[in-house]
C-alpha cells in the first residue's frame, strides 16, 4: 500500500527557515510530478511547489525565491526548503506524488504537517 509520509512541520519565527520532507513507500511504481500543496485555515488548499520527473519546477508567486524544492529520486523523497517564512506561510502542508506503473497512473496524497510561523 503506498503511503505518502511528510515531516518536518513545526513552529518557527518569522524570518527562520523548515525542510519538509516526504518519502514515498510501498509497492512498485515511479514518480511522476511530486510536490507541496499547503491549506490555511479556512482557506482552499493551494499549490506550493512541484518538481517533475525531468527536475521541473514550479512555484506559488507568494514563495518564489524563498522556498526550494528538491527531489531524492533514490530515496522515493521529496523535500522542501522553506526559508525566510513569513506569518501567512502558516498552514497545513501536504505533499502530493503522481505514482504511475505499466498499466496504471494515481495521485496520492500525504495526510500533511502543520507549520506555524510566529510573528
Known sequence: QVQLV????????AGGALRLSCAVSGGTFSISS???YRQAPGKER???ATISEGDNTNYADSVKGRFTISRDNAKN???LQMNRLKSED???YYCS???FGSTWSRAYWGQ???VTVSS
Open 77 to 79: 523523497t521529496v523535500y
Open 34 to 36: 511530486i510536490g507541496w
Open 112 to 114: 500533511g504537517t502543520q
Open 6 to 13: 511528510e515531516s518536518g512541520g513545526g513552529l518557527v519565527q
Open 97 to 99: 506524488a503522481e505514482l
Open 90 to 92: 502558516t498552514a497545513v
Open 46 to 48: 493551494k499549490l506550493v
